[in-house]
């Protein structure tokens, strides 16, 4: 599988290390209710077909969300994961 780090363009999936479900970046408030917080911690969807996943890349130290087919392994998109936060998305 090759990624694309919007940095340092189409790597091979090696230098990724999965991170888990793009949710990370939907932290709950400090003062949110303790649901929110269970929700955020150990609810997962393992599903098939699209995801939206964060990676690690190892060469340039960047966080990415890849937006891919778990079917089929085709990477559909790629942004970094500060510009997401920032847009809120």
């Known amino acids: 599988m090759r990624i694309t780090c919007p940095i340092c363009g189409e ?3 090696r230098e990724f ?3 888990g479900a793009a949710v990370a970046l939907d ?7 303790p649901e929110a917080w269970v929700d955020y911690v150990h609810v997962r969807d393992n ?9 690690y890349h190892e060469h340039c130290g960047s966080w990415v969300v890849v937006t891919r087919n778990t079917a089929t392994h ?6 970094l994961a500060s510009d997401i936060k920032e847009q809120g998305a």
Not at 27 to 33: G, N
């Open 47 to 55: 599903p098939c077909g699209m995801t939206r996943d964060l990676w």
């Open 17 to 19: 290390y999965y991170q």
């Open 11 to 13: 790597r091979d999936r």
């Open 74 to 79: 085709e990477v559909i998109e790629t942004a």
């Open 27 to 33: 932290r709950p408030e400090a003062d949110a209710e």
